[in-house]
């Protein structure tokens, strides 16, 4: 994965993509900062983390800037999203999501929404970088609400 960022980093170079070079020059920063703070070379999910982390600051970016009404920031925060997410594994579809959340409910059978955590634990390891988590916690809560 960080081998695919550098490669991407000196193609944007070359054909002098500005956008996409600080993007890329962006990520490789958080990455190299990630780095520097455990201590040793970070594995492809612990890279999807940081990317994942940096499309979700983009995403609470333009809810800010839609309260603001600066669509000329929102449309370049989104073209950023769109070049994060090409590192980003497939996504699962909303089915799949639901799934391994029915599954979660099966084995640890929740009795109310102190169970959240648990339920979290199980699912983050299955789903990270490959659901938007925000969404999987709405989810479980709307569901540990309604049994209660």
């Known amino acids: ?3 695919r960022i550098l ?7 070359k054909s002098q993509d500005k956008e996409r070079l600080a993007v890329i020059r962006m990520v490789k920063g958080a990455i190299q900062m990630e780095e520097l703070n455990v201590k ?8 999807i ?18 309260k603001g009404n600066r669509h000329d920031l929102i449309e370049k925060i ?13 996504q699962m579809g909303e089915e799949e999501v639901l799934t391994e959340i029915d599954k ?13 955590g648990k339920l ?9 970088g490959k659901a938007d988590m925000s969404m999987v916690s709405k989810i479980i809560r709307e569901r540990l609400s309604s049994r209660v």
């Open 104 to 116: 979660a409910f099966s084995i640890i059978n929740p009795t109310g929404i102190s169970d959240m």
């Open 49 to 66: 983390g940081i990317v994942s982390k940096q499309i979700k600051t983009r995403k609470e970016s333009i809810a800010e800037f839609e």
């Open 1 to 3: 994965m960080k081998e």
């Open 78 to 90: 989104q073209s950023e999203i769109a070049i994060l997410e090409e590192y980003m594994p497939e």
């Open 7 to 13: 490669n991407d980093l000196k193609t944007a170079m």
């Open 40 to 47: 040793h070379e970070l594995a492809d999910d612990e890279v």
């Open 120 to 128: 979290m634990g199980h699912l983050t390891p299955i789903l990270k």
